[in-house]
Each structure stands twice: as C-alpha cells, then as structure tokens.
C-alpha cells in the first residue's frame, strides 16, 4: 500500500523557519504531484504549496515569498521549507499525492506545526 510519513514539524516563535519533509514508500515516486496542505483544528485542509512532476512550482498567495516546495525523487521525499512562520501558520501540516494514472490521492498522518511565542 501506498504510504507518505510527515516529520518536521514542532513548536517555532514566530520569524523562526522549519523544514517538513514528506517520505513516500510503496509508490513511482517521480509519476505524482506533490503538495501540502494545513488544516487547523475545525477547519478543512487548504492548499498551499504545489510541485509538478517536472519540478514547477506553486504556492497560495499568504505563503508566496516565505515558504519553498522542492522535491528529491533519488530519496522519494517532498519538503516544505517554512521561514518568517506566523501565528496563522499553526497547523497540522498534510502531505498530498495525485497522479492521472492512480485510483486517489494518498494522504499522509500529518505533522503538527505550531508558532508561538
């Protein structure tokens, strides 16, 4: 079965940076989108950061500037890069795959992210 395993996150004041990774297994790593999405308590998940297979990127316009989506298809393994974190970042970060040629998108646990002072 398909499995992805965030780490990463942690408590962080804010201006601080944190890096998520996101470690696929059991799947052709290089065939999906990648992406991930936040969900704070009560609150559906949003997307904000996007990479393509190809490597191009997009991000939603509150995190344009500060975070960064890349990905290693050698290690199976998507990050997110989080820097100049505020208070309105805090959530359980998700990572996201899709793919034409699979059935659904696969989800991981999630990793928590809080930015507090």
């Known amino acids: 079965q398909v499995q992805l395993v965030e780490s990463g996150g942690g408590l962080v004041q804010p201006g601080g940076s944190l890096r998520l990774s996101c470690a696929a297994a059991?799947?052709?790593?290089?065939?999906?989108?990648m992406d991930w999405y936040p969900q704070a308590p009560r609150k559906q998940r949003e997307l904000v950061a996007l990479?393509?297979?190809?490597?191009?990127?997009n991000y939603a316009d509150a995190v344009k500037g500060r975070f960064t989506i890349s990905r290693d298809n050698a290690k199976n393994t998507v990050y997110l890069k989080m820097n100049i974190m505020k208070p309105d970042d805090t959530a359980v970060y998700y990572c996201?795959?899709?793919?034409?040629?699979?059935?659904?998108?696969?989800w991981g646990q999630g990793t928590q992210v809080t930015v507090s002072s």
């Open positions: 996201n795959a899709k793919s034409d040629s699979a059935k659904r998108p696969y």
């Open positions: 059991r799947m052709t790593f290089s065939h999906y989108v």
């Open positions: 990479i393509t297979t190809a490597g191009a990127t």
